[in-house]
């Protein structure tokens, strides 16, 4: 069932910035863990960064010192900053929500039971 929307996509040049939204249906109190995945056009879908309930939040080491996830409760909406873009950040990128996973499972695909639509980013000259 479609409980996220991701909006914030599109076209920035090589340094550039952009801020990504995720907008849940329900209270982000409802779910456990919050996550970014992306997947690059031939590539699998990877694990980016995650917010999670614990007050823990976890980063792919190949956006480590550049994106930054945070979330506003009363908006229901969990962002993620993107700095510094570089054109390998290319991709779809995807919003996940589990209410039952658990920290050491962030990066795991396969443990999110909602997924948003995803939002184009492209960095490009």
């Known amino acids: 069932q479609v409980q996220l929307v991701e909006t914030g996509g599109g076209l920035v040049q090589p340094g550039g910035s952009l801020r990504l939204s995720c907008v849940a249906f329900?209270?982000?109190?409802?779910?456990?863990?919050i996550a970014w995945f992306r997947q690059a056009p031939g590539k699998d879908r990877e694990a980016v960064s995650a917010?999670?309930?614990?007050?823990?939040?976890y980063y792919a080491d190949s956006v480590k010192g550049r994106f930054t996830i945070s979330r506003d409760n009363a908006k229901r909406t969990v962002y993620l900053q993107m700095n510094s873009l570089k054109p390998e950040d290319t991709a779809v990128y995807y919003c996940a929500a589990d209410s039952l996973i658990v920290d050491a499972n962030w990066d795991k695909e396969t443990m999110y039971e909602y997924w948003g639509q995803g939002t184009q980013v492209t960095v490009s000259s």
């Open positions: 329900r209270n982000l109190i409802d779910y456990y863990g």
């Open positions: 917010t999670m309930m614990s007050d823990a939040t």
